[in-house]
């Protein structure tokens, strides 16, 4: 069966707010804390106040936007979390979209895959404690990070599409996913993990999924959250083409009928907490070894109260 953990649900404003979240973490049966990539309080920080307030817990990125860091700094933040926390860490990277890179970079990667590869690398290197000399087209780094134990630091790929799985079974230790549908998880980017760990002669790594869900409500359509939660994903060219892989095309389509598409395939999940149970054992079933459970829905439609209430009530029923 699958671990669940929980995702922080709205980019923090102030550290204390994430302590809700680290104490549930704490006292309850969730494996991990997550959180996604924050313009606000960014993750390392926020996972850091939390450790400092007493809550040391296993945390992970899902995921942090290259363009924002050099490879040595992201495995300096990752390590020392390891060390902070005195938890696992799993830090996990995307390369963002191609808006972001030229906005940021001047220009976007020439190759995605060619650039995560290069980033994976020289983390992975330097997190070893080795020396580390790579010179590539996006990223470079010769030095060393002086040697100190610390807890394990696992990498992370945000993976939607068959050839970023591929590339991920080549080189990292888990592949995140967001707003994928189980058996899309299962039919193609499983396969695709392991056909790239077999060409590598190494493990598949596990496999995360941040799935966005609520508990049924009587206020508020399953269509409505789910577009409170991903509006902005849903007007991003690799989110629809993963969705489109999954069956469902979003391009161009009336907001609202792109939410109630993803609550059609399951990507968007909705009932009371036996029916989402049942549903979240679908991706155990497919191969899905951590599920996070996303609210991030119910807390931008129905408030912080409400997304806690879910997560406890979601938590129990999977216990």
Same mark, same amino acid.
């Given at each position: ?11 923090? =404003? ?69 060390? #902070? ?24 990667? =020439? ?34 990070? #002086? ?16 050839? $970023? ?5 080549? #080189? ?40 966005? $869900? ?81 609210? #991030? ?23």
């Amino acid at each position: 069966m699958a671990a669940h953990s929980i995702l922080i649900p709205f980019l923090p =404003r102030r550290p204390e707010q994430v302590l809700p979240y680290a104490a549930l973490v704490y006292w309850s049966n969730a494996e991990r804390l997550w959180q996604g990539q924050s313009l606000l309080v960014e993750p390392h920080q926020a996972f850091s106040y939390a450790a400092g307030a007493g809550f040391r817990i296993p945390v992970g990125s899902g995921v942090t936007l290259m363009p924002f860091r050099h490879p040595y700094e992201a495995a300096l933040q990752a390590r020392s979390l390891a060390m #902070t926390t005195g938890h696992p860490v799993i830090a996990g990277f995307g390369p963002g979209g191609r808006a972001l890179q030229e906005a940021l970079l001047g220009a976007p990667y =020439r190759s995605q895959l060619g650039a995560v590869r290069e980033y994976v690398t020289i983390v992975r290197s330097l997190l070893s404690g080795e020396p580390t000399a790579v010179t590539g087209e996006y990223f470079s780094c010769h030095g060393q990070m #002086t040697p100190h134990p610390h807890a394990d630091v696992r990498i992370g790929l945000g993976v939607l599409r068959p050839a $970023m799985a591929e590339l991920a079974g080549e #080189t990292a230790d888990a592949a995140i996913t967001w707003l994928t549908p189980a058996p899309y998880v299962r039919d193609t980017l499983i396969p695709a993990l392991r056909a790239g760990a077999e060409r590598a002669g190494r493990k598949m790594p596990k496999v995360t999924a941040i799935v966005p $869900m609520a508990v049924s409500r009587t206020d508020c359509e399953p269509a409505e959250l789910a577009l409170a939660g991903n509006s902005g994903h849903l007007r991003l060219p690799h989110y629809i083409d993963m969705l489109r892989r999954s069956g469902v095309d979003v391009a161009g389509s009336d907001p609202t009928a792109a939410a109630e598409a993803l609550v059609k395939i399951g990507a968007f999940l909705s009932g009371d907490a036996g029916q989402l149970a049942e549903r979240l054992r679908e991706y155990s079933d497919a191969g899905v070894d951590e599920i996070v459970l996303n609210l #991030t829905g119910v807390y931008q439609k129905c408030g912080p109260e409400a997304a806690l209430s879910d997560i406890k009530t979601i938590l129990a029923e999977v216990a």
